[in-house]
């Protein structure tokens, strides 16, 4: 038998192979199970016998890998944790030597040490694809000019999707994040058709687009590839509206590889993953017990054929559901719902679970708000949890008259009622006041004393 992983690494940038490439996308299911059945034995083969902190892990409990003899043992396994990668660092999970080792990145963590990650040359070639065939599912192929306004460096957007549109072979331009005039001048001059950057990097662009009087409507652009944080249906339909274009999501993790684990196609109707190479389980996070598709829980992903630094059963921490039902498009690899909310972002306020995504739903739906608001939460000593949205309105709806601004206000605060079951308080600021990110926006700022 020829090895499954290295026949799939053929990669040739022919046509032909971009074709065979997207094909994974549509196997009979028995066809996809068997691959990555395949591509499993090998790599937890691999990951047994070249990384040491993992054998170890399985020489506690007493496994070897042919003990897990199908997915459905897949539960004996133990989860990694970002705790895990923390603790490991630098190196510590990496199962190959440095000479086979071509690039590193690092998530750049809120606190402490980053996380790193290593890939090999084929890792690269495999992430590459994955990016591929999310382009290609929002109908991006050669011809198209990509903007690449994901920030270049250890953070994988820029480069992730650097490598996957030059794989595809459209014309890739590395502007990168920042400078976002330049970034509206170019995407005129060059006729951009495609742009990658955050959503929130996007409504930036836009504004600026408006001050400088280009009307992103009557330009070419036609797709924007937009992930790395959350971001709502309410939120693409402004998105959309705003600037004339189709607003595709694209979802990763530099501890899987980066951009690309996941892509929605034209349906826009959740992001299929890239099971072939990403095999995702969903668990109730409080129990760790796997949940059946359909069901909401905590994403996990076992890589596939990531040889630098296998990721077996990691816990991303986000919250979706797998959608196994077929997909207009024939894809047959599943969906998940859109990751509207991480585990991690979840605030309590007097006893209600609430995420900022849902905020952001509520408030958008109320004509005349901006898609530029912050979350400011607030504990008195000893007392109860406060929170405050501050949220931007259209600069043609800013109202001198204070009834107009109470009624407004009152609506606001009515609909993320309505939508969290919170009361909270909502100041109207002044277009512009909100500081804007060129990378993941900062939508939640915690002042309480814990
Ligand atoms: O954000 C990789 C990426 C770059 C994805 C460019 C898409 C586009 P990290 O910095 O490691 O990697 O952050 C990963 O960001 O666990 C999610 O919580 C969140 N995230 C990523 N994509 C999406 C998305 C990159 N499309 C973390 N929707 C993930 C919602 C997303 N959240």
Not at 40 to 54: A, C, K, Q
Not at 104 to 132: F, N, Y
């Amino acid at each position: 038998m020829t090895n499954p992983i290295t026949d799939h690494l053929q990669i040739d940038m022919s046509q032909a192979t971009l074709n065979s490439v997207t094909n994974l996308d549509f196997l009979t299911k028995d066809r996809l199970r068997e691959l990555q059945w395949q591509k499993f034995e090998i790599i937890l083969r691999h990951t047994y016998e070249n990384s040491p902190w993992y054998h170890e892990q399985m020489v506690q409990r007493k496994l070897v890998p042919s003990d897990i003899k199908s997915f459905d043992d897949m539960y004996k396994l133990p989860f990694i944790t970002k705790q895990i990668l923390r603790d490991t660092y630098p190196f510590g999970l990496f199962a190959l030597p440095m000479d086979k080792i071509v690039r590193m990145h690092a998530s750049s963590g809120t606190t402490g040490k980053p996380i790193v990650v290593a890939h090999t040359r084929e890792d690269l070639a495999v992430w590459a694809q994955s990016v591929v065939r999310s382009l290609r599912s929002y109908g991006v192929g050669p011809g198209d000019i990509l903007q690449n306004a994901y920030g270049y460096g250890l953070f994988t957007g820029g480069l992730g999707l650097h490598d996957g549109g030059q794989a595809l072979g459209v014309t890739v331009v590395p502007i990168s994040g920042g400078n976002t005039e330049r970034q509206v001048m170019l995407m005129r001059d060059f006729g951009a058709t495609v742009v990658s950057c955050t959503p929130s990097y996007f409504l930036h662009i836009i504004d600026k687009a408006q001050t400088m009087g280009v009307d992103l409507r009557t330009l070419p652009i036609r797709v924007g590839a937009f992930g790395a944080e959350p971001w709502s249906d309410e939120m693409r339909k402004r998105i959309e509206a705003d600037a004339g274009i189709k607003a595709y999501d694209i979802y990763g993790l530099t501890e899987i590889c980066g951009p690309g684990v996941g892509a929605e196609c034209v349906h826009q109707n959740g992001t299929h993953l890239f099971e072939d190479h990403f095999y995702p389980e969903i668990i109730n996070p409080e129990t760790l017990e796997p949940l059946p598709d359909g069901q909401m829980g905590e994403l996990v992903f076992t890589t596939l054929d990531r040889f630098a630094m296998p990721m077996i059963r990691y816990r991303t921490r986000d919250l979706t559901c797998l959608i196994s039902e077929p997909c207009p498009c024939g894809r047959t690899i599943r969906r998940m719902q859109r990751i509207a909310a991480r585990s991690d972002d979840m605030v309590i306020i007097r006893g209600v679970n609430v995420f900022p995504s849902q905020i952001e739903a509520a408030l958008l739906q109320v004509e005349g708000t901006a898609p530029h608001y912050q979350i400011i939460l607030t504990r008195e000593f000893g007392g109860l949890d406060e929170i405050e949205v501050k949220l931007e309105v259209q600069p043609e709806d800013f109202s001198d008259k204070v009834r107009e601004i109470e009624a407004f206000q009152n609506r606001v605060r009515h609909e993320i009622h309505r939508v969290t079951g919170i009361h909270a308080k909502v100041s109207l600021v002044q277009p512009g006041s909100i500081p804007r990110s060129e990378g993941k926006a900062k939508r939640v700022i915690d002042k309480r004393i814990i």
